[in-house]
T-cell receptor, first 115, second 112 residues
Framework: GAVVSQHPSRVICKSGTSVKIECRSLDFQATTMFWYRQFPKQSLMLMATSNEGSKATYEQGVEKDKFLINHASLTLSTLTVTSAHPEDSSFYIC???????????FGPGTRLTVT | GNSVTQMEGPVTLSEEAFLTINCTYTATGYPSLFWYVQYPGEGLQLLLKATKADDKGSNKGFEATYRKETTSFHLEKGSVQVSDSAVYFCALKSQAGTALIFGKGTTLSVSS
């Protein structure tokens, strides 16, 4: 089946620094990638949707200048959390979809801790 | 707006017990409905899906039927195994939308 990887799996950073999370589709071309945030015992909340070569579409309430998303190729999307604060600590999950196929394939997630 | 509500967990069962995880949804039109499973340390995997009313999705012994009249998509399995221990998410995709809307997830723990 289709595989999506995320790197790193865990990251700890200091408040005020930026951290980049990578999401890769390993065996298919991901024309659309999604970024989710998951709080403990909460649902996955969609942050943004990105199409290869286009600017990401952010959900209401998500700061685009804080959560920078780049989808420069059909196999890679990155999420950069800028000027991180402790409240940004969370589990970030990406998913990818090939073409108009509605099935999304999910990465294993990245645990971000901001100290 | 569209939303998914699923039963709170955790659900703790003995091996071979019957499992039901309730899921109801709110959506306009005819959404597609999904169950995803997340095993410890892994990403979400599609377990089963149904795209229209009265469809039954099934996989690995799990079943769920798309009930338009009750706006439900309950997950069932007749005999759970220890290896079924995971977090289960109910989700929908609206007819017009591209993204999935998830419930909060239900943790299932099965003991031998």
């Amino acid at each position: 089946g289709a595989v999506v990887s995320q790197h790193p799996s865990r990251v700890i950073c200091k408040s005020g620094t930026s951290v980049k999370i990578e999401c890769r589709s390993l065996d298919f071309q991901a024309t659309t990638m999604f970024w989710y945030r998951q709080f403990p015992k909460q649902s996955l909340m969609l942050m943004a949707t990105s199409n290869e070569g286009s600017k990401a579409t952010y959900e209401q309430g998500v700061e685009k200048d804080k959560f920078l998303i780049n989808h420069a190729s059909l196999t890679l999307s990155t999420l950069t959390v800028t000027s991180a604060h402790p409240e940004d600590s969370s589990f970030y999950i990406c998913s990818a979809r090939e073409g108009q196929n509605y099935e999304q394939y999910f990465g294993p997630g990245t645990r971000l801790t901001v100290t | 707006g569209n939303s998914v509500t699923q039963m709170e967990g955790p659900v703790t069962l003995s091996e071979e017990a019957f499992l039901t995880i309730n899921c109801t949804y709110t959506a306009t039109g005819y959404p597609s409905l999904f169950w995803y499973v997340q095993y410890p340390g892994e990403g979400l995997q599609l377990l089963l899906k149904a795209t229209k009313a009265d469809d039954k999705g099934s996989n690995k012994g799990f079943e769920a039927t798309y009930r338009k009249e009750t706006t439900s998509f309950h997950l069932e399995k007749g005999s759970v195994q220890v290896s079924d221990s995971a977090v289960y998410f109910c989700a929908l995709k609206s007819q017009a939308g591209t993204a999935l809307i998830f419930g909060k997830g239900t943790t299932l723990s099965v003991s031998s």
